[in-house]
């Protein structure tokens, strides 16, 4: 009984041991399966601290990290950014030493809010001083990183540099501002003057002149002018004027490109508007491949202006161009408006003292030549027996004459008056009007008139202006007449709403050299008829123009000639 328990005891003890063999064996498994993780875990954290701090150094972004204030963590983007070596910046307050005054305040009431909870993060606009003295323009994000406790324990900012940035916006703001300014405007003095104004306030430039170049004269003129500390509104005392290809503004334009010129001593170009300054920047307006001014600005500081300048000045001379330029195109037009209206006004001065004259000059004449005629009639018949035939005959003479240059005054005076008269507007049938001219002037025997088409009805017309039309075109065809038989035929036709009328002859034709002058004043066909004052046609063309119409004429020598003319709208 004893053996037996002792032997179930050892087995049990076996057991026993096997099993804990069997359990630290598998205890021993499992802790090289946990060192191997955590050295998988360590790894990867390893890794990722590596990826992380290549991030950070490698980052285009400045990026800090701050402990309740101080500097815990920098990189090389930040260095670059403001110059200064990192044991530099390490040993720098950047918030009291580096941050802009007027940034300052702003920056440390947000920072306050963060630290009590209020924010988690901020984003800031405020400028950093580098080493060199300038300041930079940057954006700032701000992130809290807190404890368990929820208290700041970090502050990570991110900081990108938008100065570039910046300056683009303030550009694309001011030629904003310039087009808006501009939009509709049509003076060219007001233009010139917005540009003017937006240009210097945009840079804060000391001066802005613009100049247009007037091609006819190869001269620029100062037509505005701005200044930071004398505004010069609209009109300029004693505007320079500029000869092109002189001064560093005219080779501006001559070239059709911008001169800079950093030290104006050593410029011999340079020349003295107002004052002596030692810098200069001109650029051309060009529209249409055509220079039409320029925008010019000087400074007193020696090399001032840089490629920045050139860049704004380049795109508001692009912008300003077009409307300069018709600015320049309506300022020539209202030029030669003003100069034809005046023009016209002395015109018509001139032509309504001639007709004055004219009409004075031809009633004061009639009186004299009615009594030279009723003189040398007297004269004939006291000495009828006296003079020989030759002495008689020259009385004759001399009464014809007499006739004649009344004749002549009377057409003088028809022609003068005919648009001094009160033109009346009545329906006419030149059918009608026609046959009573026909009926009540002279034709001879051998002359036969033929009305072809019936006349039309005008609804808009003179018909003393339209009697004198027809009558002396008539007459004119009679009196040119040399055939035994001679023919006057007068037609009418209508086409696209123009009447178009014509009387032909058969009589002697005229001449082609004679085709331009005939409807002048005292213009006769040479020795065909003297007793023609050549006024007729003057009168009939006179009349056309007044109704806007045309008349022309075909001929041939000894065939005749046919008188077309045409109205539109009657």
Known sequence: ???????????????????????????????????????????????????????????????????????????NALIKLLGYSKKELMHTDINRSLIHPEDFIQSSLRNELLEKNKIDEFSIQKRYKKKNGNYVLCKTNVKAIRDTKGLVKYQLAIIEDITEIDKKTKILDALNKLSVSILGKRDLQEIAWEIARNTAEHLNLEDCVVYSLHHDTNTLTQIAGYSNKIIRDYELDNPLSVTVGTGIVGIA????????????????????????????????????????G?????????????????????????????????????????????????????????????????????????????????????????NSETFDKETNTNCDLILDKIDKMDALINGILKYSSIDKMSATKEKINLHILVNEIIENIYIPDHIKIIINTKLPSIAIGDKFRFKQLFQNLISNAIKYNDKEEGKIVIDAHKKEGTHVFSISDNGIGIEKKYHHKIFKVFETLGKTNENSTGIGLSIVKKIIDMYDGKIWIESKVNDGTTFYFAFKNL
Do not use: C
């Not at 004893?2 to 041991?17: A, F, G, M, Y």
């Not at 011999?268 to 307006?285: F, G, T, V």
């Open 1 to 75: 009984m004893h053996s037996n328990k002792v032997q179930i005891l050892e087995r049990t003890l076996h057991r026993e041991r096997e099993a804990r063999k069997e359990a630290e064996k598998i205890l021993e498994q499992k802790s090289l399966e946990l060192w191997q993780t955590n050295q998988r875990i360590e790894a990867l954290l390893d890794d990722q601290s590596t990826q992380l701090k290549l991030i950070v150094d490698t980052s285009p972004l400045g990026i800090i990290l701050t402990e309740k204030g101080k500097l815990v963590k920098i990189n």
């Open 294 to 382: 320029v925008i010019d600005s000087e400074n007193s500081k020696k090399n001032y202006f840089n490629q920045e300048h050139v860049e704004v000045f380049k795109s508001i001379a692009n912008l300003a161009s077009a409307q300069f330029n018709s600015a320049i195109s309506q300022e020539r037009e209202r030029k030669i408006q003003k100069e034809k209206d005046i023009l016209l006004s002395q015109l018509e001065k001139n032509n309504d003292e001639l007709k004055s004259f004219a009409h004075v000059v031809s009633h004061d004449l009639k009186s004299p030549l009615r009594s030279m005629a009723a003189l040398v009639s007297w004269i004939k018949e006291d």
């Open 253 to 292: 334009a001559k070239k059709g490109k911008h001169q800079l010129v950093n030290d104006t001593s050593k410029n011999k170009n340079y020349q003295i508007d107002d004052i002596k300054r030692n810098s200069e920047l001109a650029m051309p307006i060009i529209a249409n491949g055509k220079v039409i």
